[in-house]
Every structure is written in structure tokens, then in C-alpha cells.
């Protein structure tokens, strides 16, 4: 295909960015996915229902290039964010924070996505009463995770979605949350909007660790 990229290697050598690890594509993701948009409710975690997919060991490849290139960072929080829409980012997060689990970390999966997020709905949660509502003093953090999702994880949804989520994600009471849950975990993984929609993703890169 003309203009398409065949090799990591060809990210690393136009970019300068080292690609880290390749995650392919899982038709049983595609599955999952398909339940989602049809509102099914369930757990919804390729990790959970084949440990053996061949993107789910990919997502492994990735937590350990992570835990050598995380050793001298300023933080244990991590951006996952795309360029655009469908490109798959919170099927990475998902996943990768259940993988991170199953290594016995301990997991905050964090939906900042304030736009369309929809990560609740892999874990069958509601969207209600999340980082929202911490941020503007409803509830207390305590009242709005969701503990133990997974063995190890942690969930933390939208919330109602703000009018303004560029201006919400300024607010010091978001650092000061986000500054709280990471001296409580072992990671903390923050999902944002696409890259090339909004700027909501260069916003939270500026929290997180380099």
C-alpha cells in the first residue's frame, strides 16, 4: 500500500522516536469491540479472555520496555493517547493496565477523556460519579474509584463530561488529585482524547512522566 508504514523501523528512522513494541491487530478484539457499540454489558478485556493473543503479549513487550525507560522519570503517571479516532488507544489502555496488574503492580486506570471517553464500558461500569465529580468538590476520591476491577486495578471514570474539558483538565484540583493517586499506586495510567481533534492530550502531557 502506498504511503503506508510496513516496519517499526521506518517510525524510528523518519521520527526519531524509538517505538517501544508492536501491538497487531486481535480479531477477537474486533469481537469485544462490536459487543461494546451494542451497549452488551460485561467485562470487556481481551487480557481476561485470551492471555495468549497475540496483542495482548505485544501489550507485554511494551510493559517491560516501560519498566526500564520509567526509572529515571519524574513520575510514575503515563499518557496514553492517538492520533486520531479508532486507532485503538482505549484498547491500550484497557489491556495494558491489566497487564501491568497481572504483574502485581499496583493500577489506576484514569478515563480522562473527557469528550467521549468510554472506558467504563470495557470494565461494565456506569460513567457516573467519576474524576468529574472529584474535581469539582461533589465527591471524595474514595467515593468515586471503583476498587479492584481487576486483581490489582483500579478505575477512576469521566464522570459527567464538562462543557469546557481543556479548561477542566487547568484546574489545580485536578493536579492535586492526580498528584494524591500517584504516591498510592505503582502506575497510574491517564487515557486521553485524540491528538490531532484536540489539544486536550498536550494539556495532560505536561502532568506526566518524561
Known amino acids: 500500500m ?20 508492536s501491538i497487531p491487530f486481535s480479531a477477537k ?4 469491540y462490536k459487543q461494546i457499540q451494542g451497549k452488551e454489558q460485561g467485562l470487556f478485556i481481551l487480557e481476561r479472555q485470551d492471555t495468549h493473543d497475540p496483542s495482548i503479549e505485544g501489550l ?27 486507532v485503538g488507544k482505549s484498547f ?16 489506576l486506570l484514569v478515563d480522562l477523556d ?23 468538590g461533589e465527591l471524595t476520591y474514595e467515593q468515586a474509584v471503583h476498587r479492584d476491577v481487576l486483581k490489582g486495578l483500579d478505575f477512576l471514570s469521566t464522570g459527567k463530561l464538562p462543557g469546557d ?9 485536578l493536579s492535586i488529585l492526580l498528584e494524591k493517586v500517584s504516591g498510592e499506586y ?17 494539556v495532560l502531557s505536561l502532568r506526566v512522566a518524561t
Not at 497487564?99 to 493500577?107: I, N, P, Q, T
Not at 481543556?166 to 489545580?172: D, E, I, Q, T, V
Request: aromatic content about 4%; cysteine-free.
Open 114 to 136: 473527557l469528550r467521549k471517553g468510554y472506558l467504563n464500558q470495557y470494565l461494565g461500569i456506569s460513567r457516573e460519579r467519576g474524576v468529574s465529580e472529584v474535581v469539582n
Open 29 to 32: 478484539q474486533e469481537a469485544l
Open 2 to 21: 502506498v504511503g503506508a508504514v510496513h516496519d517499526a523501523h521506518e517510525i524510528e528512522d523518519r521520527t526519531g522516536i524509538r517505538v517501544m513494541a
Open 165 to 173: 474539558s481543556n479548561a477542566f483538565l487547568l484546574k489545580k484540583e
Open 60 to 86: 507485554r513487550s511494551f510493559r517491560t520496555a516501560l519498566q526500564f525507560s520509567m526509572q529515571e522519570a519524574k513520575n510514575n503517571m503515563i499518557l496514553i493517547a492517538g492520533a486520531s479516532p479508532g
Open 92 to 107: 491500550v489502555s484497557v489491556n495494558l493496565a491489566a497487564v501491568l496488574a497481572a504483574a502485581g503492580m499496583r493500577v
Open 186 to 202: 505503582d502506575v497510574v495510567l491517564l487515557d486521553s482524547p485524540p491528538i490531532l481533534v484536540v489539544t486536550d492530550a498536550i
